[in-house]
């Protein structure tokens, strides 16, 4: 059974489907949740509280979502496809995500600032400093650690069992982003009618040519080499 807290936080994203957060009244957000205002202001202490509350609250989902996406079974691009597909579906139904991760905010949604340590908290508690939301960069780097953490952990394990080659984790971090950057432009820019609108197909392919991540040679290995020497690949 859902919380009070979660009950008011989904009751509030709702309203910023049909209105600007500045037109969101707290009344109307308690009556949704079936709860009293009262109730409302002890979980979120106001307005600029609950804003925060919704923010951090896109944060954790869309956290936890990449790393629901991390353990579907499956190779590296398997699991990295999940994720992409996870982050497309994820900008596309939650303006917050979306705004988190493109930094394309409006007047239409909240948007808490930095909260100084020491100045009053609207959230109920003792809490420390508030940076206000992560910037897209800072987003995409926190889903990135998590892709590398799940997907390097199982890598070394079999190398170590002799079932793979050994792993690069520069490579693997460098593959993982390219996986999310990929998902965020099928984001903002549908793919075309017709070809499916999903990123996995995509983000197999690359995984498939990015034989630095899959078989753990260094991408700086043979960087020194002459163009179309063994020890350096020719662009396709």
């Known amino acids: 059974m859902p919380t009070a807290r979660e009950v008011l936080l989904d009751a509030a994203l709702s309203a910023l489907a049909t209105l600007p957060w500045t037109s969101v009244r707290m009344v109307d957000v308690a009556s949704a949740a079936g709860v009293s205002r009262q ?14 509350a919704l923010v951090r609250d896109a944060v954790d989902g869309y956290l936890a979502g990449v790393e629901r996406a991390l353990g579907t079974a499956g190779g590296t691009a398997d699991r990295l496809a999940a994720t992409a597909a996870w982050t497309v579906r994820a900008v596309r139904t939650n303006v917050l995500v979306k705004a988190l991760l493109t930094g ?11 909260l100084v340590a020491g100045c009053p908290d609207p959230l109920p508690g003792p809490r420390s400093a508030d940076p206000g939301p992560p910037t897209p960069a800072e987003l995409l780097r926190r889903a990135g650690e998590r892709a590398v953490a799940a997907l390097d952990s199982e890598r070394a394990v079999a190398a170590l069992d002799g079932e793979g080659p050994p792993h690069d984790p520069e490579a693997l971090a460098m593959t993982c982003e390219i996986a999310l950057r990929l998902a965020l432009s099928y984001a903002l820019v549908p793919a075309p009618s017709g070809t499916g609108g999903e ?14 991540a899959v078989s753990g040679t260094s991408p700086t290995a043979g960087a020194r080499s002459p163009r179309g020497s063994p020890g350096r690949s020719t662009p396709a």
Do not use: Q
Not at 39 to 52: C, P, Q, V, W, Y
Not at 104 to 114: A, K, T, V
Not at 199 to 212: E, F, K, N, Q, T
């Open 39 to 52: 109730t409302l202001h002890n979980e979120f202490g106001g307005k600029d509280g609950l804003a925060r």
């Open 104 to 114: 394309c905010w409006n007047e239409r949604l909240p948007r808490p600032g930095p």
């Open 199 to 212: 990123p996995a197909p995509l983000v197999r392919h690359v995984v498939a040519r990015a034989p630095d």
